[in-house]
């Protein structure tokens, strides 16, 4: 069993390992359950290694699974340096590292530096502490206005709903100052002009990487750095950039933010080969750059294609600016359609309208705001779309972030009963939005329950209940189907590794405005069909395609992937 001072070997010291990668986002409490207590743990991780390897990604990226009274699905972080007793223990993260660098896979552990969970014993010691103390100045206290202090210092609202503070009670029992937060009031916000705060975390990112963690993604990336002094009334602050000028909006992207990152860049380099980190910023594309950098984090995720319709000119747009911007600051792009937080595409795209996070119904209703009535979705459409979506971005130069059943076509669990529900975006609307449960319903590993269980998954059901229909997405009968959207990932990621060369992309002629058309160095064509009649694919040996192709033409939305010699 490796230990921290003799971290799991690394599967290969190529710096340049993550420009290309293919990655798997998995949500480990919904990954797969080793002690059937409902909950997904590192040793169910472990036990699905075979599985990940015969996928063929290059490295997993694993949502919190530190302790944490899941406040904010793991997200309200009690310990940084530890993992929850109900995943398992550190020497469960060791060996679940070592048997993912054993298949050849790297491991990215997620870090959430812009707040800790109200359990954590920072929070809980500046609330025994007082007013004024060195305790409270690791977070962002402040007096409430009003006579007696009754009113939040702001109007300031959170991302979840609701205000962003919350008043404490005093040690004393009378009621006190007001503490921020962004999110949930289960995750207070840290104070990131504290030096202190500045180490703790270096001190987080070299325990994970002596633990052998080969990277980071870093939550709310453009969030950490605020000016909660900003003379601004506005309830619409969290959506209104355009109110400020660039780097100034006070609680976003604010460039004095970068001077964090420059900090952990030096950390990563003490490695070898160094750490890398892809930022989770919600920033506009010619914001990315500063994140990306190899002087701070050097990727940044890039959400602009899982925010746009099924569209050729949006993709085509989208990509060409993305791929430019990258290699203007000497990183590679990233590419994503699905994860925690968005309605999965294979749903949206089966929406009358498949655009942003929660994809829209007829009724012009947000799936992942309000709620959806699964009638509305064209299933076989959405799931068509979405291997067609996905084939063009394995394709494309960049690394690829894939989320956990999105290789079996897996639809989001839209109908999940109120009672069962656990995103606090539910909650702190009083039901209003749904949130985003509904892709976070634990993954069906085999069709038949047995009684009592769930699909798979664990022995004794799952946290968030698995619909009947997730029967049919199950990856056991996929894995012995050569027809099945899990043989097509798999293929689709083995033939990727073949293929794959310089990071380098040349649009081609296409003969339809609804067909984008481009060729990788090494003869590889793509060719993707938006609209719905089938296109002319050039001449040559189609090598995958997202639908079948009969006398050399490619079916309405899909891709193929066409050899074509010089
Ligand atoms: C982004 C994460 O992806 C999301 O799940 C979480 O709720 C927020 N950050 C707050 O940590």
């Not at 109200?118 to 809980?124: N, S």
Request: glycine share 10%; net charge negative; aromatic share 10%.
């Amino acid at each position: 069993m490796p230990t921290p001072a003799e971290p799991a070997a690394t599967t290969t010291h190529d710096a340049d390992w993550w420009r290309q990668a293919a990655v798997y986002q998995i949500y480990p409490r919904s990954f797969s359950d080793s002690n059937g207590d409902g909950l997904g743990d590192l040793k169910g991780i472990t036990a699905r290694v075979p599985y990940l390897k015969e996928l063929g990604i290059d490295a997993v990226w694993l949502s919190p699974f530190y302790p944490s009274a899941l406040a904010d699905g793991g997200y309200d972080v009690d310990d940084y340096r530890n993992v929850d007793p109900r995943l398992g223990t550190l020497e469960d993260f060791d060996e679940m590292a070592a048997a993912l660098h054993a298949a050849g896979i790297k491991v990215i552990v997620d870090i959430v530096p812009n707040h800790t969970s109200d359990r954590h014993v920072w929070f809980q010691e500046a609330l025994a502490a007082p007013k004024g103390s060195a305790a409270r100045g690791r977070y962002i206290f402040r007096d409430g206005r009003g006579e007696n202090g009754e009113l939040p210092p702001n109007e300031w609202t959170s991302i979840f709903g609701g205000g962003a503070w919350e008043r404490v009670t005093e040690p004393d029992g009378t009621p006190g100052q007001w503490y921020f937060h962004l999110f949930a009031k289960e995750q207070p916000d840290l104070d990131w002009d504290n030096p202190e705060v500045h180490e703790d975390f270096l001190t987080t990112l070299r325990f994970w990487s002596d633990r052998g963690a080969d990277g980071f993604r870093v939550d709310v990336a453009h969030g950490l750095k605020k000016d909660l002094n900003a003379e601004v009334a506005s309830l619409d602050l969290l959506h209104r950039a355009d109110l400020f000028r660039e780097g100034e909006h006070p609680l976003w992207d604010r460039d004095e933010v970068h001077s964090i990152y420059a900090e952990w860049r030096k950390v990563f380099n003490e490695y070898n080969p160094p750490r890398t980190a892809v930022a989770e910023a919600w920033v506009h594309a010619d914001r990315r750059a500063a994140y990306a950098s190899p002087e701070g984090l050097g990727q940044a995720f890039n959400f602009d294609l899982l925010e746009a319709d099924f569209d050729a000119e949006q993709f085509r747009e989208i990509i060409a600016k993305n791929l430019a911007e990258a290699a203007a600051t000497g990183t590679s792009s990233t590419w994503v359609f699905s994860n925690h937080d968005v309605v999965r595409h294979a749903t949206r795209y089966g929406l009358p309208k498949g655009s942003g996070r929660g994809g829209k119904g007829a009724d012009g209703k947000d799936w992942l705001l309000e709620g959806g009535d699964p009638a509305q979705i064209d299933v076989a459409r959405g799931l068509r779309r979405a291997k067609a979506a996905t084939l063009l971005m394995l394709a494309l130069p960049g690394s690829a972030y894939l989320y956990q059943g999105e290789e079996l076509g897996l639809q989001e669990a839209g109908q999940i009963p109120d009672a069962d529900r656990q995103d606090p975006t539910f909650f702190r609307n009083k039901g209003v939005e749904v949130g985003r449960d509904g892709c976070r319903v634990p993954l069906p590993w085999e069709a038949t329950p047995t009684e009592g269980s769930s699909f798979g998954f664990g022995a004794n059901g799952s946290h968030l209940p698995q619909p009947a229909w997730f029967a049919d997405y199950a990856a056991g009968a996929q894995a012995a189907d050569a027809g099945s959207t899990l043989a097509f990932y798999r293929r689709a990621l083995a033939l990727r590794h073949e293929l794959q060369g310089a990071e380098s992309l040349g649009w081609q002629d296409a003969s339809d405005d609804d067909v984008l058309h481009f060729v990788r160095p090494g003869g590889w064509h793509v060719v993707a069909n938006f609209g719905t009649a089938p296109v002319e694919l050039p001449a040559g040996e189609t090598l995958l395609a997202s639908a079948e192709v009969e006398g050399g033409k490619l079916p309405g939305e899909a891709t193929a992937w066409v050899s074509v010699s010089a």
